[in-house]
């Protein structure tokens, strides 16, 4: 099999015909989907073990990285050793990891397959000096979630692999129900197909066969009101309360992360944003952080500032009495991030 030398972007679906083709030098795992993430490394690992490379080592880039020994495995090159494998996994980049990765990039070698795995990175991330000298000798593999006009081709392909078909009505259904959670969309679709072995699925199959534990949780309603998912959120907030999810639960969530909004964009009046979300005493991961930009991007502190108080008014009166005006109420607030 050929090393190869040349960049190139990989998507997951096509990642088993390119390393049918070569192995690389190095290949870059980098996005927030968990399913898509693993699943790329298990597609990688094996063929790599298929090719001869059967050492393995696997090293932390977060905090104190070992370096001389990272650096050894390199060095240490023979016509007697084993092809080896060099898994560096980061959650969050920053300079002294990145540093690191331009110093190991000039020692790339076809006996090692570097594996390089991490979070999503933004457009800037990617014209980086770093990023761009390693991508010349690699292939970059971007695990991210798919946007939602594109998760009804991702349901069917997956539906398709395991030979069962679906109609529109149905494909719909199970967007509504697996929409931000493909690690459990993969699990049910699994049992799908153990249940109705290479049928065309009907709705009422779907709906016989679909737990309420895969459903949506109020963490992802306040993450589709941060990211400005006006469909979504709806989506959501209407199954929170056919769950009969208690609405002071869900109102509470939203309280707090407006106070932390809040608190966010009066700091960010003298201070870079980016730099308050790195200093936070409770850590914040990317694909949070990111979420948090994209939503003070649209909020100002003004609205923020009636967001609050809204917020204190519905807790006030949540407290005196439950009715169905309250969830409206709490729609019109949602309403507010759009």
């Avoid at 990175?121 to 761009?132: A, D, G, H």
């Avoid at 309280?255 to 700091?267: A, P």
Wanted: charged share 20%; hydrophobic share 45%.
């Amino acid at each position: 099999m050929v090393w190869r030398s040349n960049s190139m972007k990989i998507f997951p679906d096509k990642l088993a015909d390119s390393l049918s083709n070569s192995i690389p030098s190095c290949v870059l795992v980098f996005g927030d989907e968990a399913l898509l993430s693993i699943e790329a490394m298990d597609q990688i690992l094996m063929v790599a073990k298929f090719n001869g490379y059967l050492e393995k080592f696997e090293f932390d880039l977060n905090s104190h990285i070992e370096k001389e020994e990272i650096i050894y495995h390199f060095n240490s090159l023979s016509l007697f050793l084993e092809k080896k494998i060099l898994i560096l996994s980061l959650t969050k980049t920053n300079s002294n990891n990145t540093t690191f990765i331009r110093e190991i990039t000039p020692l790339l070698h076809p006996d090692i397959l570097l594996i390089i795995k991490g979070p999503y990175l933004n457009q800037q991330q990617l014209k980086s000096v770093w990023f761009s000298d390693l991508e010349k000798q690699a292939i970059f593999v971007p695990v991210n979630p798919p946007f939602n006009n594109q998760f009804p081709s991702w349901i069917r392909s997956r539906l398709h692999r395991l030979d069962l078909i679906a109609s529109d009505e149905v494909i719909e259904y199970l967007c509504v129900h697996f929409e931000g959670n493909l690690l459990a969309a993969k699990q049910e679709f699994e049992k799908l197909a153990l249940l109705y072995p290479k049928q065309h699925l009907n709705l009422q199959q779907i709906e016989k066969s679909i737990t309420t534990h895969h459903r949506f949780s109020v963490f992802q309603w306040v993450d589709s009101l941060l990211a400005g998912k006006k469909d979504r959120a709806t989506r959501i907030l209407k199954q929170l309360k056919s769950e009969g999810i208690a609405l002071i639960l869900i109102s509470g969530s939203l309280n707090v992360e407006v106070k932390r909004l809040l608190k966010l964009s009066y700091q960010s009046h003298s201070t870079q944003l980016q730099t308050i979300l790195n200093n936070q005493t409770r850590k914040l991961w990317p694909a949070k952080q990111r979420l948090i930009t994209q939503a003070l991007s649209r909020l100002t502190t003004k609205d923020l500032e009636n967001l609050i108080q809204d917020c204190a008014e519905m807790e006030v009166a949540l407290k005196v009495e439950n009715n169905e005006d309250h969830w409206l109420k709490l729609s019109a607030i949602a309403y507010l991030f759009f």
